[in-house]
């Protein structure tokens, strides 16, 4: 499945308060996912095989490490867990990093709000606009995206330009 997507993560110190502030829009809670995403090595953009007990997909994508919303091209295959896809994956092109997360997910429409606590990096939110049918223009992604933004009160300084992958790689140097 071909998405459009645009996003934002911001790292924050509580995720109560945000939790709090979304849960007055009455989203509709998906849950609380424990997920494991393995990067494997590639030569163009990013490959990650997440394994929770609520999302497990095989995730192709490429985005620009700005801070701030940003768009994500995105390719996108659900599955059962099966250890023989990491298996294949892993032997014919390496893992390069795992992020261990416990995520709780909502959503408003097309909106997904993630409250992130991401093993030895700490607390975050995402926010993601997806399109999956060619309902929204980039344009009206980024504007729900912005709106959020607005509505949590962030400040540019605790927007995340990189991917969680990133962040560990680079807390690992």
Do not use: W
């Not at 609380?32 to 609520?54: A, C, P, W």
């Not at 294949?88 to 997360?101: E, H, M, P, T, Y």
């Amino acid at each position: 499945m071909n998405i459009k997507n645009y996003e934002f993560k911001a790292k924050v110190d509580s995720l109560e308060k945000y939790e709090t502030m979304l849960l007055q829009l009455q989203p509709v809670f998906n849950g609380t996912d424990h997920q494991i995403d393995t990067y494997f090595n590639v030569s163009k953009g990013r490959l990650k095989l997440r394994e929770g007990n609520i999302e497990n997909s095989l995730i192709n994508y490429e985005r620009e490490n700005l801070a701030g919303s940003k768009q994500s091209d995105i390719i996108l295959y659900n599955h059962k867990n099966d250890k023989a896809l990491k298996d294949i994956l892993a032997l014919q092109l390496g893992i390069k990093i795992v992020v261990d997360k416990k995520r709780k997910i909502y959503f408003i429409g097309n909106v997904k709000f993630h409250f992130d606590v991401v093993e030895n990096l700490g607390t975050f939110i995402e926010v993601e606009a997806i399109d999956t049918n060619n309902k929204y223009t980039i344009d009206e992604l980024k504007q729900q995206c912005d709106k959020y933004f607005d509505f949590f009160k962030l400040v540019k300084t605790d927007l995340i330009d990189k991917s969680y992958s990133d962040l560990l790689e680079a807390s690992l140097v």
